[in-house]
C-alpha cells in the first residue's frame, strides 16, 4: 500500500488561493487519486479526482475553482484551490483508487492520512 501525507493547508482570506500537496511514498503512476474534505459536523465528500491518464472530475461546489494535478515524478498529487469561500473551511485528505465511482463511495486503497487544516476566514 501507497502511504499518503498531506500538507499545505492554512489559514486564508475569503477570495484567496491556496495549494496542498499529497505525498506518496511509492509510485503513483499507475493510479487514479482524489482530493476529499470533511467539515465539522458533515460526512467526508470527493472534491477532485484525476486518473492516471489525467482526466479530472470535480465536485459542484468547487468546479471553476479547484484543479487537480498531479507529478508522477515527485510522486506527489496537488491541489490548487482559488476564489476560496467560508464554505471550503475543512480537513483535506487526499486517497487512491480504483474509479472514480468507487471514490465517490469512499472505496480507496490507500490508508487515510492525517489530512491538513484549511480554514478561510476573514
Known amino acids: 500500500q501507497v502511504q499518503l501525507v498531506e500538507s499545505g493547508g492554512g489559514l486564508v482570506q475569503p477570495g484567496g488561493s491556496l495549494r496542498v500537496s499529497c505525498a506518496a511514498s511509492?509510485?503513483?503512476?499507475?493510479?487514479?487519486a482524489g482530493w476529499y474534505r470533511q467539515a465539522p459536523g458533515k460526512q467526508r465528500e470527493l472534491v477532485a479526482f484525476?486518473?492516471?491518464?489525467?482526466?479530472?472530475y470535480f465536485a459542484d461546489s468547487v468546479k471553476g475553482r479547484f484543479t487537480i494535478s498531479r507529478d508522477n515524478a515527485k510522486k506527489t498529487v496537488y491541489l490548487q484551490m482559488n476564489s476560496l469561500k467560508p464554505e471550503d473551511t475543512a480537513v483535506y485528505y487526499c486517497?487512491?483508487?480504483?474509479?472514480?465511482?468507487?471514490?465517490?463511495?469512499?472505496?480507496?486503497?490507500?490508508?487515510w492520512g492525517q489530512g491538513t487544516q484549511v480554514t478561510v476566514s476573514s
Open positions: 511509492g509510485s503513483i503512476a499507475r493510479v487514479n
Open positions: 486517497n487512491t483508487g480504483l474509479s472514480l465511482s468507487e471514490m465517490r463511495r469512499e472505496i480507496t486503497s490507500s490508508p
Open positions: 484525476i486518473t492516471s491518464g489525467y482526466s479530472t
